[in-house]
């Protein structure tokens, strides 16, 4: 805690590097500057480290009081675990150079940036995020990629039927209606939810093994009181179908 922060030095809490290219790289760590005055011309890194595997982003928060802070996923161009997320009202939130940040509880920042080469995953569908402005850059994303019901489950889960030794397997449904296996021996899952207040999940595909259905995709829930810009990705798509005849989940 400092009233005026200023210099064009380094603040960092990085990860440390795995051994010999077989250890995993540490994650980064926390770093929370709240000031009275926030002249910094410096990097403030909290990398993952590398290895094997690099460790997932830390977090940078410098806030000075009265405004909005800074807090920043940032992973040094690197691809690592995703990095959980915590509501922080009073602060933008920016995620670049290979961060992923994970979304599993309801949160409100002030403005988003989604860089390029950096993600931010929604891994439970019944949270909203809560902003003020949001901006998606190309090569960058919101994703809930088959992060809805499991295989076989959901409101308009896909179906299967036992033939000649292998299960055929139906796709799900959810706006549209799964379709119908070969030979129209599963039938496709039904639609459910509502076209202007969607509130639920992709639902999943037919399965029984070695059939494997596809993972429905989840919802992404957004509250912007402004403008929303998406020139990157934003993506609830549901899952392929896999095995013998797995159904795919719907979006």
Same mark, same amino acid.
């Given at each position: ?136 850059? =190309?090569? @960058? +994303?919101?994703?809930? %990629?088959?992060?809805?019901?499991? !295989?076989?489950? $959901? *409101? #308009?889960? /896909?179906? &299967? ?24 021996? =599963?039938? @496709? +899952?039904?639609?459910? %939810?509502?076209?202007?207040?969607? !509130?639920?999940? $992709? *639902? #999943?595909? /037919?399965? &029984? ?43």
């Amino acid at each position: 805690t400092v009233g005026t922060l200023s210099g064009s030095g380094s603040i960092m809490a990085n990860g440390g590097n795995g051994a010999d290219s077989v250890g995993g790289g540490g994650g980064g760590g926390i770093i929370y500057i709240p000031c009275n005055n926030n002249f910094f011309a410096g990097n403030a890194s909290a990398y993952g480290g590398g290895g094997a595997n690099w460790g997932g982003a830390g977090t940078v928060l410098i806030k000075p009081y009265g405004q909005n802070g800074q807090l920043i996923l940032d992973n040094g161009g690197h691809a690592g675990p995703s990095t959980p997320l915590q509501s922080a009202s009073s602060a933008d939130l920016t995620l670049r150079n290979g961060a992923i940040g994970l979304i599993s509880g309801p949160l409100t920042f002030g403005n988003l940036l989604v860089s390029s080469n950096a993600w931010l995953l929604m891994s439970n569908y019944s949270y909203t995020v809560t902003l003020s402005s949001a901006t998606i850059q =190309a090569g @960058g +994303g919101i994703l809930a %990629d088959g992060a809805g019901y499991a !295989a076989g489950q $959901g *409101s #308009g889960m /896909g179906q &299967y039927y036992y033939n000649n030794s292998t299960y055929t397997c139906s796709g799900a449904g959810h706006g549209g209606y799964g379709a119908n296996s070969t030979g129209n021996l =599963a039938a @496709g +899952g039904t639609v459910y %939810d509502s076209i202007t207040s969607p !509130a639920n999940p $992709g *639902s #999943g595909g /037919g399965s &029984y093994s070695p059939s494997l259905g596809g993972a429905g995709g989840g919802a992404i829930r957004l509250s912007v009181s402004g403008t929303l810009q998406v020139a990157g990705l934003i993506s609830a798509n549901g899952g392929n179908g896999s095995g013998t005849g797995g159904g795919g989940g719907s979006g």
